[in-house]
């Protein structure tokens, strides 16, 4: 499903959208006749206690259209990107209050990615209205300005770059993922300035089909390397910091958005299982070995011997889970994408 037609839906629905943003949590009552509060989903040692009355607020206040992703900062605060511009970034503590919210002039906002460059936190993120990549500090001043990359030579406007993700390495390097748009990797160094590019749209071992979401897997210290999502195509790629290609890692009936790594497992938010335009999706969890460990709103799976193609979704934890933030005491935030306006859902460890 390209980019334009999901806009056009999204305009023939807002209606829809407009009146569920009287009572964002009303959303869930499509299906659900009551709110999954203290319910448990999840697998064997990764079992989470669903909230989803965590972070609602005032939608006359501090409201909420599309939300794409989360981050934790070193002080612990959660920061989520909605593309709703009387706040297109809210600041929770782990409680789900909201602490600050900051900026209105991202209508596309996307991708949200956290970075430490010595004792302070910047942020990247990305608009895919504006057709440009951000770097800022933690409160959202503007520290850097990407603009399309012309000295690619593949590009000929900036309509054509629409990035959906960025990822940073330890020295500052970065790579954006033009998801949206012709389905390059572009690298720069820690100044902005253009390194590379690879990739592009097509299905071949080096390129992609909505290069929607990127990471540095560092889980092998001596050797990291890029994890970039491959949506459509239902997979992810693995490549060299320098762009050769290595891997792929196929997830069979899963529309995935970006790669998290926490500790030594992936994680990664499961858009939709069958269709855009149903409420759908789950939260996967996979060992090195890419094994599934968990797969929170999915029917119950065996874990150990079940494959990715086996799951389900349950109808009823997640509308359209856009992404998944892990805190430091192991509990996930998942923002949804096109669902109602809602708040992000809160699962708790157990």
Not at 114 to 132: C, H, K, M, P, W
Request: hydrophobic fraction near 35%.
């Amino acid at each position: 499903m390209q980019l334009n037609s999901r806009r056009t839906f999204l305009k023939q629905n807002s209606l829809l959208l407009s009146s569920l943003a009287i009572a964002p949590q009303a959303a869930f009552a499509i299906h659900n006749k009551k709110a999954m509060v203290g319910e448990i989903v999840g697998h064997g040692e990764y079992k989470y206690r669903i909230d989803k009355h965590w972070g609602i607020q005032d939608p006359g206040k501090i409201p909420v259209k599309n939300c794409h992703e989360m981050v934790q900062d070193r002080s612990g605060r959660l920061l989520m990107t909605t593309n709703h511009t009387k706040n297109n970034v809210i600041v929770y503590d782990k409680h789900g209050v909201v602490l600050e919210t900051w900026g209105r002039t991202y209508p596309g906002i996307h991708g949200l990615t956290l970075a430490n460059e010595g004792s302070a936190d910047v942020l990247y993120f990305t608009d895919i209205e504006r057709n440009q990549v951000f770097k800022t500090t933690i409160s959202g001043e503007e520290l850097l300005r990407i603009d399309w990359p012309k000295e690619s030579g593949v590009y000929t406007e900036q309509n054509e770059f629409q990035p959906t993700e960025v990822a940073v390495t330890p020295d500052g390097t970065f790579y954006v993922a033009d998801g949206y748009g012709k389905n390059y990797i572009i690298q720069y160094d820690h100044k902005g300035r253009y390194m590379r590019h690879f990739g592009g749209k097509g299905s071949g071992d080096h390129q992609f089909d909505c290069c929607h979401g990127i990471t540095v897997d560092d889980r092998d210290r001596n050797n990291p390397t890029l994890l970039i999502t491959s949506r459509s195509a239902q997979e992810f790629k693995r490549f060299t910091l320098d762009g050769k290609y290595l891997e792929t890692i196929k997830v069979p009936g899963c529309w995935i958005c970006r790669p998290v790594i926490h500790n030594d497992l992936l994680y990664f938010a499961v858009l939709g299982t069958k269709t855009w335009w149903e409420y759908d999706g789950m939260i996967i969890i996979l060992d090195r070995d890419n094994k599934i460990i968990s797969a929170p709103g999915s029917v119950p799976v065996d874990s150990k011997n079940g494959s990715l193609s086996d799951l389900t979704y349950d109808g009823r934890t997640f509308m359209n889970p856009h992404d998944v933030c892990i805190d430091n005491d192991e509990n996930l935030y998942v923002p949804q994408w096109f669902s109602g306006n809602t708040y992000p859902v809160r699962l708790e460890r157990v």
